[in-house]
Nanobody, 115 residues
């Protein structure tokens, strides 16, 4: 099992930046994939970005060119750099980890973007 703790959320004006961190309770070296999802009020939880063990990345169309996901295996941490934020990016952001048939979720961190 692995516990995930997100941090870095907050309130920012449109056009601003935030960097989210997802710290894992153990080594992420063997974790197949880690990702960031978000859920706005009344909406489903959607994938924002994901990164595989080998470093391949995948992004939602709405964030391509603005968000960057990265992982630091030495720090057991995955990051989401968010630039040019828009009010539509407002949501609770969740980190997850997938290894084999297992999946873990963090508790989420709120991101609020004002116009």
């Amino acid at each position: 099992q692995v516990q995930l703790v997100e941090s870095g959320g907050g309130s920012v004006q449109a056009g601003g930046s935030l960097r989210l961190s997802c710290a894992a309770s153990r080594s992420i070296f063997s974790i197949n994939a880690m990702g960031w999802y978000r859920q706005a009020p009344g909406k489903q939880r959607d994938l924002v970005a994901a990164i595989t063990q080998g470093g391949s990345t995948n992004y939602a169309d709405s964030v391509k060119g603005r968000f960057t996901i990265s992982r630091d295996n030495a720090k057991n941490t995955v990051y989401l750099q968010m630039n040019s934020l828009e009010p539509e990016d407002t949501a609770v952001y969740y980190c997850n980890a997938i290894w084999g048939v297992n999946i873990s979720w963090g508790q989420g961190t709120q991101v609020t973007v004002s116009s």
